[in-house]
Structure formats: structure tokens, C-alpha cells
């Protein structure tokens, strides 16, 4: 069975801090995939990212940066210089590759909150 | 580019009532996947559909059931609602071994 845990239920911070979400999985496969969705008050999800389980480099896009340790099965997400509009539920996912079904087991999310 | 469309984006029945949602995925999508999150909860998996077929089932009441028709859309139909079935339901669409992207949602509230 699959699970995804998100220790942190809400974190603040102040508008430019850094900030890191924790993202801790448990899967028996040796193949998977691990995701970051975004979902803004107004209720939507967003995709951010998705990393394939061979692949353990490290990610960056703009402000955002992911680290993926297949060692400690964690795969966390940094926010630098964080800005309001960065304020959202942050969710860590996984999904186990499964030809025509790769659902998505989430974690409880993270509420970040910035401060402005 | 185009996004999954669902409708209605709201919605607000009665108990004992029914409801169909609707989904129409990404044009050459072949995986859909319904989802239902309840409030302050995450997304829980409900069902998914490759090529217009049943792939999985989760954690989906009897009194929901699905189909994905032959233009790939597809209806999620819910009877005899209860309050708890107050939720906002997403679907998402994607190409195998792809990523899934979500619809907007439909906001259920059963009163």
C-alpha cells in the first residue's frame, strides 16, 4: 500500500523568507512517481511538478526547487524569497506506474500561509 | 491549450436526491480519473477509465457509479445523496505515463 505523509499541517511565514514543505512516501514499487500540486483558495489543483523514481536529480524553476532522496523516501519542496501569492494548500502525491491506472495516493497537504 | 472541462461547477441537492457530474478530458487523453475531496481533507481517488474502460475503483460508494463514453468524456452519477457526499469532486485527464491534470472541480453541497 501506498501512503504519503505530510508532517507539517500549516506553516506561516513572512513574505521573502524561505520556506520548506516535507514530503515523506511509502510505496513497495520500485517504480513511481511523486508530484507537488498547488491548490489556491479559490479550490483548484495545480500541478507543479512530477519526478519519475529513477530520477533523483534535483529540480529548479524560478523560486521553486525540489529535492528527492530515494535514500530517506522523501521528496521536498522549497519555496525561496516566498511572495503572498505563494499562500495556498500544498499537496505531495504519488502514484505507482500502472499501465491505464496511476491514481494518486495524497498527503494531507500543507497549509502556507505568507505573511505580508 | 485546452483544459479538462467539468460541469456544473456548482451544485445543490437535497437528500435522496441524485446528481451527474460531468467530465470532458484533454482531447487525446485516454485515462480519466475521478476524486473527491471532502473539506479540509485531500483529494481521495474514486474510480479511473482507459479507453472507455473501468481501470480501478477506490474508495467509491455503491450509490456512485461511472462511465467514460465513446467520445471520452465522462459522467459521474451519485443517488440517493447523504450530507456527507458535500464535497468538491475533480476529475483528471491524462495520456499514459503522463502527467494528470485536474479539472476545476464541481462543488457538491447536499442540504
Known amino acids: 500500500a501506498q501512503k504519503v505523509t505530510q508532517a507539517q499541517t500549516e506553516i506561516s511565514v513572512v513574505e521573502k523568507e524561505d520556506v520548506t514543505l516535507d514530503c515523506v512516501y511509502e510505496?513497495?514499487?520500485?517504480?513511481?512517481?511523486l508530484f507537488w500540486y498547488k491548490q489556491p483558495p479559490s479550490g483548484e489543483l495545480v500541478f507543479l511538478i512530477r519526478?519519475?523514481?529513477?530520477?533523483?536529480q534535483n529540480e529548479i524553476s524560478g523560486r521553486y526547487s525540489w529535492n528527492f532522496q530515494k535514500s530517506t523516501s522523501s521528496f521536498n519542496f522549497t519555496i525561496t524569497a516566498s511572495q503572498v501569492v505563494d499562500s495556498a494548500v500544498y499537496f505531495c502525491?504519488?502514484?505507482?506506474?500502472?499501465?491505464?491506472?496511476?491514481?494518486?495516493?495524497f498527503g494531507t497537504g500543507t497549509r502556507l500561509t505568507i505573511i505580508p | 491549450a485546452a483544459g479538462v472541462i467539468q460541469s456544473p461547477r456548482h451544485l445543490i441537492k437535497e437528500k435522496r436526491e441524485t446528481a451527474t457530474l460531468k467530465c470532458y478530458p484533454i482531447?487525446?487523453?485516454?485515462?480519466v480519473y475521478w476524486y473527491q475531496q471532502g473539506p479540509g481533507q485531500d483529494p481521495q481517488f474514486l474510480i479511473s477509465?482507459?479507453?472507455?474502460?473501468?481501470?480501478d475503483k477506490g474508495s467509491i460508494p455503491d450509490r456512485f457509479s461511472a462511465q467514460q463514453f465513446s467520445d471520452y468524456h465522462s459522467e459521474l452519477n451519485m443517488s440517493s445523496l447523504e450530507l456527507g457526499d458535500s464535497a468538491l469532486y475533480f476529475c483528471?485527464?491524462?495520456?499514459?505515463?503522463?502527467?494528470?491534470?485536474f479539472g476545476p472541480g464541481t462543488r457538491l453541497l447536499v442540504l
Open positions: 483528471a485527464s491524462s495520456r499514459q505515463e503522463e502527467t494528470q491534470y
Open positions: 510505496t513497495r514499487d520500485t517504480t513511481y512517481y
Open positions: 519526478r519519475n523514481s529513477f530520477d533523483e
Open positions: 502525491a504519488l502514484s505507482e506506474r500502472r499501465l491505464g491506472n496511476e491514481k494518486l495516493t
Open positions: 482531447p487525446r487523453h485516454d485515462t
Open positions: 477509465f482507459y479507453e472507455k474502460m473501468q481501470s
